[in-house]
């Protein structure tokens, strides 16, 4: 009976609309930001409306109005693994590696996200999923009382579970029992005060990483923000303070640019919520936040090596303020070419090709001249992933001013997917291949 069924883009939806207004009600600062960016957003679409799609505009606006990404961190591959499946009732799957060890920061990561053109549109809704890499911490007690604690522990509920196994015997789910899944699936990412330790085992783990204790400390993975997208990140940065709210100090990714590449993002520092221990005492946890970001076109690898060189080139000088450090980057990154012309001839970043209907075309016509003369119209591919340095610098702003750092682990992508079980798409062929698909619709 499948045409009873929901699809997958519906129940995401509703999930990604369901987790902003329980996180709004948790966290009141990121129902500000969702009003701020919303504002911004508007005055950007009025002043230049350019900046979207003008082929595809009310779903590009529908889009933007409920596009955000969260991020939740786990401690064991089984809770890795029913994650997976229980995205993938979402059409949500696991795409790209981060190695977050490199920055000290004990944990790897994978996003899931949809990946088709028309799901991205219908909501683009994402969580960055981090894992806890045990074989990080030094002590082998505490090693070995970190699984203890996560060995006990459920964060899924059992209706959340016979509804998964219900989605697979019957290969989708009805509109009652998408509500109920929904329903049940943000009771595992629902802030508790009660922590699942008492005072001193949260305070041994907090002295090994603060990460450790967020991860291991609590009953469940609780969403540590939600990030709105913003056409406009400096000048939401700018006004933050007039809503009350107060930045982090630098815009992590590329500078300001006249078109825009990857990933911009900042945030609000994490609040110092009270939380309640086992042995009844009481205590203070550091670790949800806001932030926003502002996304650009999608880089080839190519393309990507430049912006990773560039980076580490210009993190050879520091600048506290953020007005400086952008000063500096824009003049690091003159050597990325900032014109979709060149970005595209050298292939350095992805772009979606379309005929324009009001010039024909002639037989036999290469596509860069079809392109001069207007026939043919290039769109950005929007970058629908994260960059690793970011997210280790919004993490490391997060965790309190002591920046704890582990020893920097390898990479160690096989052991992320065994415990995923299954392995993470690249990112890189899914923009790839959005970009033939294009070319293919245009010279079929
Ligand atoms: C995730 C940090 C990464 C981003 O936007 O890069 C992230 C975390 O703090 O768990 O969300
Ligand atoms: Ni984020």
Not at 192 to 215: G, K
């Amino acid at each position: 009976m499948s045409h009873r069924f929901i699809s997958e883009d519906h129940i995401r939806d509703r999930f990604s609309k369901a987790m902003s207004a329980m996180y709004q009600k948790e966290v009141p600062q990121y129902g500000t930001l969702l009003q701020l960016v919303r504002e911004v957003n508007q005055q950007v679409l009025a002043q230049s409306p350019q900046v979207l799609d003008a082929a595809q505009w009310p779903q590009e606006v529908n889009r933007l109005s409920v596009e955000r990404h969260g991020a939740i961190r786990v401690g064991t591959a089984q809770e890795l693994s029913t994650l997976r499946q229980l995205f993938a009732v979402m059409g949500m799957s696991a795409v790209g590696y981060y190695d977050l060890s490199a920055a000290g920061v004990p944990v790897h990561s994978t996003a899931f996200r949809p990946v088709a053109e028309a799901s991205l549109q219908i909501n683009p809704f994402r969580i960055f999923t981090s894992l806890l890499r045990l074989e990080l911490i030094d002590d082998p007690a505490l090693r070995e009382r970190v699984s203890d604690i996560l060995a006990r522990r459920d964060i899924f509920t059992p209706r959340l579970r016979e509804l998964l196994t219900l989605w697979q015997q019957q290969g989708g789910l009805d509109d009652e029992q998408a509500d109920e899944f929904v329903q049940q699936a943000l009771e595992t990412f629902r802030w508790h005060h009660q922590a699942s330790v008492d005072l001193a085992t949260y305070n041994a783990l907090l002295a090994q990483h603060r990460l450790i204790a967020d991860v291991v400390c609590f009953h469940g993975p609780h969403i540590n923000h939600l990030t709105p997208r913003t056409l406009d990140i400096d000048r939401v940065q700018q006004l933050m303070p007039e809503y009350g709210i107060t930045p982090k100090e630098t815009i992590e990714g590329p500078p300001a640019r006249r078109c825009p590449i990857l990933l911009r993002q900042t945030s609000f520092k994490a609040l110092n919520e009270a939380i309640d221990f086992t042995d009844q005492t009481g205590g203070m946890h550091t670790a949800r936040f806001g932030e926003i970001e502002q996304r650009g076109v999608a880089l080839t690898r190519k393309g990507r090596e430049l912006y990773d060189q560039l980076l580490r080139e210009a993190s050879g000088e520091k600048h506290a303020d953020n007005a400086s450090h952008q000063r500096h980057l824009s003049a690091v990154f003159a050597a990325f070419p900032d014109d979709a012309d060149r970005l595209r001839q050298q292939q350095l970043a992805f772009y979606r090709y379309r005929r324009n209907p009001q010039q024909a075309a002639a037989a036999g016509e290469d596509l860069e001249s079809l392109i001069a003369r207007g026939a043919v119209i290039a769109e950005p591919i929007i970058y629908e992933d994260f960059l690793p340095v970011s997210a280790a610098g919004i993490f490391q702003s997060n965790l309190g001013g002591d920046t704890q750092q582990v020893g920097s682990g390898s990479p160690s992508q096989a052991a992320f997917e065994q415990a995923l079980g299954t392995t993470v798409i690249d990112e890189f062929a899914l923009y790839q291949q959005l970009q033939q698909d294009s070319l293919d619709r245009l010279f079929p």
